[in-house]
């Protein structure tokens, strides 16, 4: 086998990196402010992101700029529509949910995806060594395959693989007929000319492909566009608690919208959020990604405001210590402006703790000190 590229070229040359044309770095886009978190009204802390509305095949609203990235585990709904319809039949709603999972871990995340295989189909399943993503009781420290956040994910990948009569050995490869298949269904969402840019290792060791918030979006739309077609919409809102688990800001957002939308997290700093909404027939995908990785609290409340403004009510993240956060206005089309400064950032039991409640400099001015 004859190589098309000098495996010195790989790697990077310089530690402050190399300009590629068609690349843009993260110094190079247009990252804006999405939240800020003030202490008695100073920005002590200021998340920068993009985000990106289509609806359908149409871009309704941006903000931060069209920033190239890779889909990462917000992509699961889509490598597992290659199999919806092996798995129609052959696995109940409990494996269908954990299919798509980012899971924590947990005893109940283990259990349903091991019952995707048999037993001795365990050893094909190849996700990277991991301990649980969120930890109770008796912290596990040993790794384990069955702990990655993504083994539901690729047991169902393999049993979809078994009942179509692929090869599973190399599953997780770029040349494998998963890959292949998934390159070929995205053709279907963004046009026939549509090609990543670049093609990755993932943190669970399948491929991801490079994108930018604008396609992603407009993949989430037509997951919405979508919803009646395959069983994957359905699964994910039975059974919110198996694609994340507690705490987690994508089982939460499916928690609080009643069936209307499905979220998903991805590394590194995604959200997706296909949305059925009246105001929007042709489905409506929203994706958040923040600039400097995976935050769940600042994408809270963007995701917050953002459901807040089309009608649907989720409660804030757990209070911050001494601060509070505040929205950037261009989170969302300047139409919906008027209804997302009807949504506080913080609850009326979050006392304002960030400071004292006397006017320090007119206690100095008026010569009252203490000590």
């Known amino acids: 086998m004859t190589l098309d590229f000098k495996v010195e070229d790989v790697y990077p040359k310089s530690p402050l990196g190399e300009k590629e044309e068609g690349i843009p770095s993260g110094r190079d886009v247009e990252w804006q402010p999405l939240v800020d978190y003030r202490r008695h009204g100073v920005s002590e802390n200021t998340i920068h992101g993009a985000i990106a509305w289509f609806h359908g095949d149409q ?36 494996q269908k949910a954990v299919s798509v999972a980012s899971h924590n871990g947990s005893a109940e995340h283990i259990a349903v995806s091991q019952s995707l295989l048999s037993e001795g189909e365990w050893g094909l399943m190849q996700t990277p060594l991991d301990v649980p993503l969120v930890q109770f009781g008796r912290q596990v420290r040993r790794p384990r395959r069955w702990f990655n956040n993504s083994s539901g994910h690729h047991a169902a990948i393999l049993k979809g693989c078994r009942l179509k009569g692929w090869n599973r050995a190399g599953y997780t490869l770029p040349s494998h007929k998963v890959f292949i298949a998934y390159r070929e269904l995205m053709k279907q969402y963004l046009g026939e000319a549509w090609s990543p840019r670049r093609i990755a290792r993932d943190g669970d060791g399948l491929p991801t492909v490079s994108m930018t918030v604008n396609e992603l979006a407009r993949c989430y739309a037509a997951l919405a566009r979508e919803r009646d077609t395959d069983w994957i919409w359905e699964a994910m809102v039975r059974h919110p608690d198996l694609v994340g688990g507690f705490n987690r800001l994508d089982t939460t957002v499916m928690k609080s919208c009643e ?64 601060q509070k956060a505040f929205l950037v206005p261009g989170i969302v089309p300047e139409s919906l402006l008027p209804a997302l400064e009807q949504i506080p950032t913080w609850d009326e039991w979050d006392a304002d703790h960030d400071r004292w409640y006397y006017d320090a400099d007119e206690h100095q001015r008026n010569g009252v000190f203490f000590g």
Request: hydrophobic share 40%.
């Open 59 to 94: 871009p309704v609203h941006s903000f931060g700029g069209n920033v190239l990235c890779y889909g990462r585990s917000m992509m699961k709904p889509f490598y597992i529509k290659l199999f919806a319809k092996e798995l129609a039949e052959t696995t109940d709603w409990r």
């Open 259 to 322: 069936g209307k939308v499905i979220a998903k997290e991805g590394a590194d700093g995604l959200l997706g959020l296909a949305i059925n909404h009246p105001d929007y027939p042709e489905g409506l995908g929203v994706v958040i990604k923040i600039a400097s990785g995976w935050n769940p609290r600042a994408t809270w409340y963007v995701a917050r405001g953002i459901l807040g403004v089309l009608g649907f009510e989720m409660r804030n993240p757990y209070p911050l210590r001494r």
